[in-house]
């Protein structure tokens, strides 16, 4: 049942809000879509207006709405309709569910997957086209990884590309070649446009069912805020500057937020841009999509025009690229209250942790990659400089901001695994015991903030969410279990019961 106003009474619970207002509290009362009162059952009952409709919480907990400050909603809503290769444990199996889509799928029609990741194979090595060739041997190809970084095509893809032995590497990219020179089919980083410019984009039709699936998946995992990337390309920000739109424009509801840029890949792909060679790679640094005077430049535009900048960033040259061009646009034109984000930031050097406190730089950190990416991440970069990396522990003692996100569609959209990942340190089935790093592990009430107080501050957002307090928008979530309260391996069973949304019930388990 969908309540049909934006008032209601949560009574009975036990309230944990990351305020005072909320300590001991066991009932919210919100009206006309913000929260008018919280404390116990029978104060909070006593304001309620007559006819508001009450639920009864039966002791459950009630957290503030979570919000998730870096995903891809679109792309992740599109994805659902797609081939999915998450956790796919071998190319065996990859080749087969490409062949069964293949076979249900009209002739000609791209064959577009996302999700695979070469590290889960038993077979340890990329696919290549001779792979997908065997099955979709004649319509385009196209898989991506699932750190959205690489891209497997096959020989129809790369031929409608004109993609051959001939085509040099553009830049900010790689196209892997065999032994011949021929392309393997992994297009990484820039590479991937050659191919992906061909596919046809997903039509507005296609895409209001695409973003309504998303959304529902987003309320039902307890998600009533997303800061989601559009995923339009670097060169597209002269286009919005061009307009008067800027962070903050819209209202409750939808709003503009940063303007994101990318400063290199990912770790998983071994391109994030380091300052020295991958441990498991000499030869190799990485790839920085862009050069250090072209990043200050974009970055300064968009600084001078009043938006707020979120740069992807994960390897510690990369990192540093974007802490100089930040460092650089607000002394060429400070403002105080920038909140300049930092997306990733995974391969810190020791002392980037006090500059990005310095300059008022706020953290977007993906609790979850740690459970995915503990089995490889110090293979790449060795015993030293895995010590300050996926290093939340030392963001929040800097007093760094720091919001929690879950990258989605490289990992799953569920906040209770990014709480689960950031306490425990452990993957899903509890190893390593005692956590990967495991001094770097947050609290509950730490963790909590990330996907709440944190990613309000991330938006400017922080009088209006992010707490349950009055004043603020009725934007809750109704679990099975306290996160404050539990063990934190019960952490990745958290069960959501109810999402509010404005103090509009938007989700509620059957
Ligand atoms: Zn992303």
Same mark, same amino acid.
């Given at each position: 049942?969908?309540?049909?106003?934006?008032?209601?009474?949560?009574?009975?619970?036990?309230?944990?809000?990351?305020?005072?207002?909320?300590?001991?509290?066991?009932?919210?009362?919100?009206?006309?879509?913000?929260?008018?009162?919280?404390?116990?059952?029978?104060?909070?009952?006593?304001?309620?207006?007559?006819?508001?409709?009450?639920?009864?919480?039966?002791?459950?907990?009630?957290?503030?709405?979570?919000?998730?400050?870096?995903?891809?909603?679109?792309?992740?809503?599109?994805?659902?309709?797609?081939?999915?290769?998450?956790?796919?444990?071998?190319?065996?199996?990859?080749?087969?569910?490409?062949?069964?889509?293949?076979?249900?799928?009209?002739?000609?029609?791209?064959?577009?997957?996302?999700?695979?990741?070469?590290?889960?194979?038993?077979?340890?090595?990329?696919?290549?086209?001779?792979?997908?060739?065997?099955?979709?041997?004649?319509?385009?190809?196209?898989?991506?990884?699932?750190?959205?970084?690489?891209?497997?095509?096959?020989?129809?893809?790369?031929?409608?590309?004109?993609?051959?032995?001939?085509?040099?590497?553009?830049?900010?990219?790689?196209?892997?070649?065999?032994?011949?020179?021929?392309?393997?089919?992994?297009?990484?980083?820039?590479?991937?446009?050659?191919?992906?410019?061909?596919?046809?984009?997903?039509?507005?039709?296609?895409?209001?069912?695409?973003?309504?699936?998303?959304?529902?998946?987003?309320?039902?995992?307890?998600?009533? /805020?997303?800061?989601?990337?559009?995923?339009?390309?670097?060169?597209?920000?002269?286009?919005?500057?061009?307009?008067?739109?800027?962070?903050?424009?819209?209202?409750?509801?939808?709003?503009?937020?940063?303007?994101?840029?990318?400063?290199? /890949?990912?770790?998983?792909?071994?391109?994030?841009?380091?300052?020295?060679?991958?441990?498991?790679?000499?030869?190799?640094?990485?790839?920085?999509?862009?050069?250090?005077?072209?990043?200050?430049?974009?970055?300064?535009?968009?600084?001078?025009?009043?938006?707020?900048?979120?740069?992807?960033?994960?390897?510690?040259?990369?990192?540093?690229?974007?802490?100089?061009?930040?460092?650089?646009?607000?002394?060429?034109?400070?403002?105080?209250?920038?909140?300049?984000?930092?997306?990733?930031?995974?391969?810190?050097?020791?002392?980037?942790?006090?500059?990005?406190?310095?300059?008022?730089?706020?953290?977007?950190?993906?609790?979850?990659?740690?459970?995915?990416?503990?089995?490889?991440?110090?293979?790449?970069?060795?015993?030293?400089?895995?010590?300050?990396?996926?290093?939340?522990?030392?963001?929040?003692?800097?007093?760094?901001?720091?919001?929690?996100?879950?990258?989605?569609?490289?990992?799953?959209?569920?906040?209770?695994?990014?709480?689960?990942?950031?306490?425990?340190?452990?993957?899903?089935?509890?190893?390593?015991?005692?956590?990967?790093?495991?001094?770097?592990?947050?609290?509950?009430?730490?963790?909590?903030?990330?996907?709440?107080? /944190?990613?309000?501050?991330?938006?400017?957002?922080?009088?209006?969410?992010?707490?349950?307090?009055?004043?603020?928008?009725?934007?809750?979530?109704?679990?099975?279990?306290?996160?404050?309260?539990?063990?934190?391996?019960?952490?990745?069973?958290?069960?959501?019961?109810?999402?509010?949304? /404005?103090?509009?019930?938007?989700?509620?388990?059957?």
């Amino acid at each position: 049942m969908v309540s049909e106003g934006n008032s209601l009474l949560l009574y009975n619970g036990r309230v944990t809000g990351l305020g005072e207002a909320a300590r001991g509290a066991t009932a919210v009362l919100v009206i006309d879509g913000r929260i008018r009162a919280v404390g116990g059952d029978e104060p909070v009952r006593a304001d309620a207006p007559r006819g508001v409709p009450a639920v009864d919480l039966a002791g459950k907990a009630v957290v503030p709405g979570f919000i998730d400050s870096h995903l891809h909603l679109i792309n992740f809503g599109v994805y659902l309709q797609r081939l999915d290769l998450m956790g796919v444990k071998s190319l065996a199996e990859l080749v087969r569910k490409v062949a069964e889509r293949h076979r249900s799928m009209p002739a000609g029609d791209w064959l577009i997957g996302r999700g695979w990741d070469q590290d889960l194979f038993a077979e340890k090595r990329y696919p290549t086209r001779q792979d997908l060739d065997a099955v979709a041997p004649d319509r385009p190809a196209a898989l991506t990884r699932a750190c959205g970084h690489v891209m497997a095509v096959n020989s129809e893809a790369l031929r409608r590309a004109g993609v051959g032995a001939q085509t040099p590497d553009p830049a900010g990219g790689q196209i892997d070649r065999d032994a011949a020179g021929e392309p393997t089919g992994i297009l990484r980083e820039r590479a991937m446009g050659l191919v992906s410019r061909f596919i046809p984009k997903p039509s507005a039709k296609e895409l209001e069912p695409a973003l309504r699936a998303a959304v529902g998946r987003a309320l039902a995992a307890g998600v009533t /805020g997303v800061h989601s990337d559009m995923d339009i390309s670097n060169d597209v920000i002269g286009d919005l500057l061009a307009t008067d739109l800027r962070t903050g424009s819209g209202d409750d509801h939808v709003k503009i937020g940063s303007v994101k840029m990318f400063a290199d /890949g990912s770790l998983g792909a071994s391109t994030a841009a380091l300052s020295e060679p991958y441990s498991d790679n000499p030869g190799n640094r990485g790839i920085p999509v862009v050069s250090p005077e072209q990043m200050k430049e974009n970055v300064l535009r968009a600084h001078r025009a009043g938006m707020q900048v979120a740069v992807h960033a994960i390897g510690d040259l990369a990192i540093a690229m974007t802490l100089d061009a930040y460092e650089a646009a607000l002394s060429g034109a400070p403002r105080p209250n920038h909140r300049h984000r930092v997306i990733h930031c995974q391969i810190m050097r020791p002392e980037q942790f006090a500059r990005f406190a310095r300059l008022g730089v706020v953290a977007d950190i993906q609790p979850k990659f740690i459970t995915t990416d503990m089995r490889w991440a110090e293979r790449r970069v060795g015993p030293e400089r895995v010590r300050t990396s996926y290093a939340w522990r030392t963001f929040l003692d800097h007093g760094v901001h720091c919001a929690g996100g879950s990258d989605c569609p490289v990992e799953p959209l569920d906040p209770a695994l990014g709480l689960y990942s950031v306490v425990t340190r452990e993957d899903l089935d509890g190893q390593p015991r005692g956590g990967w790093l495991p001094e770097q592990k947050l609290t509950a009430e730490e963790a909590l903030s990330l996907f709440t107080l /944190g990613g309000a501050y991330a938006a400017f957002e922080e009088n209006d969410k992010g707490s349950i307090e009055p004043g603020k928008l009725g934007d809750l979530v109704v679990l099975d279990r306290d996160p404050t309260a539990i063990p934190g391996e019960a952490l990745k069973d958290l069960r959501v019961e109810m999402t509010v949304v /404005g103090g509009r019930v938007a989700f509620r388990r059957d």
